[in-house]
């Protein structure tokens, strides 16, 4: 259902595609009359957000990613860890 009002909407093209491919920022239609920011300054935040949250989320983004057979190995390199240090410290 779509209602008869006007919005400022602030389209940004992802910095990274790989994790979304546009972020759509809804201003507030008192911010811009009341703030007197411009329209550049808006979309430069806008900008920073966006590559904000993609810095934020990169690093597990990739991690999140990894098949399960990559899971698999690491509890494998975890448990096999775990009865050597066991093994070595004699610890029963």
């Not at 006007?6 to 093209?13: D, M, P």
């Not at 910095?15 to 703030?35: G, K, M």
Request: glycine fraction near 12%.
């Amino acid at each position: 259902m779509l209602k008869g009002l006007s919005r400022k909407v602030i389209i940004v093209k992802s910095p990274d595609p790989e994790i979304f491919e546009q972020a759509i920022f809804i201003v507030r239609d008192d911010f811009l009359s009341s703030q007197g920011i411009g329209e550049k300054e808006l979309l430069r935040q806008a900008q920073a957000a966006a590559n904000g949250y993609v810095e934020n989320t990169h690093g597990w983004h990739r991690f999140h990613r990894l098949p399960a057979w990559g899971w698999a190995g690491i509890g494998a390199g975890l448990l096999s860890c775990g009865w050597v240090l066991l093994r070595v410290f004699g610890v029963a």
